[in-house]
């Protein structure tokens, strides 16, 4: 469904990625690991043009995009098949949970308010805050703001969803509640590309882990493969100093 091809990116004399290829199947939850700084979020952000490759393809069904030289109108027809889910929430504060979930429906989507509502509403109970659909950021925990970051990507009913370490901004007590919503959207079949040092979200919910290091994919493989049996130093090495 989704297919990245030799992505590069420096910002000046640091090279961040440095030839990453990736697949993606529909249904598939990836999860990247790796050290602080070997260039995942960065991964993320290219695949969405949050940042521009300095090489790379991306293959979306049938369409190609050249990440360095696609148009603004291809940029439009990916952003249309993705959906981001910040670290930081990335919620206007001074707009409702509702209305930071249909914001992008009715602006990007051209939907009707009353369409809108309708979905958002339906994305907002996804994540467990139905109740709270009037509610504005200030007034929600970090967990439940991230849960309508979420209900916001959930109700563009994208092909992928891709997460940016969705539970390193909240508070440990916080994080359990995050976890649970994603697992719940991965086992309704959600694709989803998941950069968190959560291991237990990796081993329990990715069908596939990925473990990057120095801005190149070292291993590979399925939750139990890769945790139980690490073929490569570099990542028995990390797996060390994070179980
Ligand atoms: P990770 O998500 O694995 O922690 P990042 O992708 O956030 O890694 O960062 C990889 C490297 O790229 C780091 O050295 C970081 O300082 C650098 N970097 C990321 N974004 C920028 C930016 N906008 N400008 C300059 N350097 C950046």
Do not use: W
Not at 115 to 120: H, L, P, S, V, Y
């Amino acid at each position: 469904m989704l297919e990245i091809k030799n992505i590069h990116k420096s910002f000046g004399d640091n090279i961040v990625l440095n030839g990453i290829d990736l697949k993606i199947e529909k249904g598939d939850v990836v999860v990247v690991l790796g050290p602080s700084g070997s260039g995942k979020t960065t991964l993320l952000r290219c695949i969405n043009f949050l940042e521009k490759a300095d090489q790379g393809q991306a293959i979306f069904g049938d369409t190609q995009v050249d990440l360095k030289k696609a148009s603004k109108k291809q940029i439009y027809s990916i952003r249309k098949r993705t959906a981001f889910v910040f670290q930081n929430y990335n919620l206007f504060n001074n707009k409702t949970a509702l209305e930071n979930v249909t914001e992008g429906l009715i602006i990007g989507r051209k939907m009707t308010k009353e369409e809108a509502n309708k979905i958002g509403k339906d994305a907002l109970d996804k994540v467990g805050l139905f109740e709270k659909y009037d509610a504005y950021p200030g007034e929600l925990s970090g967990g439940q703001q991230q849960r309508v970051g979420i209900a916001r990507a959930v109700s563009l009913n994208p092909d992928i969803i891709l997460f940016d370490e969705p539970t390193s901004a909240l508070d440990p007590e916080l994080v359990g509640e995050v976890l649970e919503v994603m697992k719940t959207i991965a086992k309704e079949g959600t694709t989803m590309l998941v950069v968190t040092h959560e291991m237990s979200f990796a081993k329990d919910v990715a069908n596939r882990v990925i473990f990057m290091d120095g801005g190149v994919i070292v291993e590979e493989g399925p939750p139990n493969e890769f945790f139980q049996h690490p073929k490569e130093e570099r990542t028995q090495r990390f797996l060390k100093r994070v179980l």
